[in-house]
């Protein structure tokens, strides 16, 4: 046989995930069905319940049990970092990180960082192995992101603000070596006779002649000469 609870004690109850709140009082039998059932908010119900006790030994009990019936606590909604980064990327910068290869490389790599907050965060991407350039973009992507977390006030300073960027040596090609002057005479004469145009070609290699033609004798880049008008 189970036990009865005592006179005027209120049981709280795991009903189908949610908490319910049952008692006896003069006779009538009380249900209060509230929340989702979790730490949070069985806390508060906990709460509710002494105080329904309370009213009962003191004979001021709301039958209309409006005053018991309050809001339910909200379990606050805590984003991984991933999540934060994939909302700033979207929203603010209106990209893809499904689509953008720097992007996605930046997410792929958080991913794996775990237990990360605003103090060791610069110490975990120093543990990233990359090249120098690749070390600038994602750091420079990293302040951009870590300042976006101390604007929404996720974090209060931003730990990676005065990080300067690494050194970018420029490597030579030794084996680069410009052309001659006979191998240049013998490029522009290729491509002002057509000499290796596939037959039955619509396009001619002599329509760019002229244009082939002035960067060996400006030395501009291709993008400088296409820029031209």
């Known amino acids: 046989m189970g036990i009865k609870n005592q006179k005027g004690t ?18 009538v039998r ?29 004979d001021s009990f709301d039958e209309s049990l409006i005053k018991y019936k309050g809001k339910p606590v909200k379990t606050p909604v805590i984003k991984s970092l991933v999540q934060l980064y994939e909302e700033w990327v979207t929203i603010n910068l209106n990209m893809d990180c499904d689509k953008n290869v720097n992007y996605n490389a930046f997410r792929n ?6 237990n990360v ?49 690494k050194k970018v040596r420029k490597i ?15 490029i522009l004469e290729a491509f002002k006779n057509d000499t290796f145009t596939p037959q039955g070609s619509a396009f001619k290699h002599s329509q760019y002649y002229p244009f082939i033609y002035f960067i060996f004798k400006t030395g501009v880049r291709n993008a400088e000469a296409i820029g031209l008008r």
């Open 10 to 27: 209120v049981s709280i109850e795991n009903y189908r995930s949610r908490l319910r709140l049952r008692w006896r009082h003069k006779g």
């Open 30 to 58: 009380y249900l209060i069905t509230l929340s989702a059932y979790n730490k949070i908010n069985l806390s508060q119900t906990q709460r509710i319940a002494l105080e329904i006790e309370r009213d009962i030994a003191l």
């Open 109 to 114: 790599m958080i991913r794996k960082w775990e």
């Open 117 to 165: 907050d605003e103090k060791n965060i610069l110490k975990i991407y120093y543990q990233e192995t990359f090249c120098a350039t690749t070390y600038n973009r994602r750091l420079t992507m990293l302040k951009h992101f870590v300042n976006w977390l101390v604007k929404m006030k996720i974090c209060k300073v931003s730990s990676v603000a005065d990080i300067n960027p």
């Open 172 to 186: 030579v090609n030794s084996k680069t070596k410009p052309f001659t002057g006979e191998e240049i005479s013998k």
